[in-house]
């Protein structure tokens, strides 16, 4: 009898040793990146909000976190706002973030200005709506994060330990929220289409130390999907073919984000010196458009892709617009891309939805677009 025990006790292990892979395996049962990508469809950006930049702000103000959310003309978000997306059609919605006016000389971020973010993430979650927060302007033109190699050695630790603490406070959330490195990283001398051999290097780096930082803080973070951008957001050549995906502890939860805003000229008349700008949707807009999904396709065979931003001005041409973003919509559905609008907030450029009443500036464009991303 004590013979028979023993063998049943060691064919137990053994089975539990050969089937030890095939637990582990199942403990990730969290949406992989490109199930998240699919499942995102079509979003948008509660932009010029959280992410307003000015010293102004700091010298005129109280410096509360109404004074910064409203800075750049937009009302408080209100908390009717997630459960309005999700009732016209949206399935994300993109919080970009500043932080650089909100930690201290250690990095330590406000409390203040954490909590506020927190509450609208909050409101997102509870609409039912995947969401994407970031470090938004410490990039760009005027940001103190920059794709240099002298850069990455000042503030690298600063950029790490912002991440740690955003981390942190959201390390319980579910799957829905997604993080998102940095928007529109840029070179000293703030070149947007063709980055050197150092600059690319450099976004990869932050890339990484983004993945590192987030994994590290454990919870759902170790699985959580992160979206990595590649220079300046950008969907040139230069740009993504530069772009590497990060090293991981996990496979299948990463993504990588572009922004499109292809053609320029049709895009906006500012700044526009180096040809006339248009305003008809045309088959040279549209080749434009079709040429850089081709190339997003070959870059990222294989690695999800998210349209983190994309809008055009309104030029008294709303019908050429509807053709632009439902263009757009349809060739990224063929690489699997969820897109996410560009919403200013001002219904003279690129605002869409009136954040407070029922008042949209241009509900037919929302319409087209849920409609191209859901339909046949």
């Known amino acids: 009898m004590k013979r028979f025990s023993i063998i049943v006790i060691l064919l137990t292990a053994a089975l539990l040793i050969f089937c030890l892979p095939s637990f582990a395996e199942e403990e990730d049962d969290t949406l992989t990146a490109a199930q998240a990508a699919e499942a995102m469809g079509l979003g948008w950006n ?144 703030n070149e947007w289409n063709n980055p050197g051999q150092e600059a690319v290097d450099i976004i990869n780096a932050y890339n990484q130390l983004f993945v590192d930082t987030v994994r590290a803080t454990g919870w759902d973070n170790e699985t959580r999907n992160l979206i990595c951008a590649t220079y300046a957001s950008a969907n040139t050549e230069g740009a993504v073919q530069g772009f590497r995906l990060p090293e991981d502890v996990v496979e299948n939860h990463l993504l990588v984000e572009v922004h499109f805003y292809t053609p320029y000229e049709f895009i906006t008349n500012d700044g526009i010196t180096w040809t006339t700008p248009i305003s008809k949707y045309s088959d040279y807009v549209e080749g434009a458009i079709d040429a850089v999904f081709a190339r997003l396709g070959e870059a990222f065979d294989g690695i999800p892709l998210v349209i983190g931003e994309f809008a055009t001005d309104d030029k008294g041409n709303t019908p050429d617009r509807i053709s632009w973003y439902t263009r757009v919509i349809r060739d990224a559905k063929q690489l699997g891309a969820p897109c996410v609008i560009w919403d200013n907030g001002n219904g003279y450029s690129m605002g869409l939805i009136d954040r407070v009443s029922g008042q949209d500036a241009f509900p037919e464009i929302v319409e087209a677009c849920v409609s191209a991303m859901y339909g046949e």
Not at 53 to 60: A, H, V
Not at 70 to 78: E, F, I
Not at 94 to 113: G, K, L, Q, V
């Open 46 to 189: 509660l932009g010029n909000s959280f992410d307003s930049t000015g010293d102004w702000i700091q010298k005129y103000t109280a410096r509360t976190t109404t004074d910064f959310e409203t800075a750049w003309g937009n009302p408080v978000t209100p908390s009717t706002l997630m459960k309005k997306l999700k009732d016209l059609g949206f399935a994300t919605v993109r919080i970009p973030i500043t932080w650089r006016y909100h930690f201290d000389s250690e990095a330590n971020i406000d409390a203040a200005w954490m909590d506020r973010v927190q509450e609208v993430v909050d409101s997102a979650m509870e609409a039912g709506l995947y969401c994407i927060i970031n470090v938004h302007h410490d990039t760009g033109a005027d940001g103190w994060l920059r794709a240099t190699q002298h850069n990455y050695d000042l503030y690298a630790p600063v950029f790490a330990r912002l991440w740690e603490q955003i981390a942190e406070r959201f390390s319980d959330y579910p799957e829905q929220l997604m993080f998102e490195g940095f928007n529109e990283m840029l070179d000293d001398s």
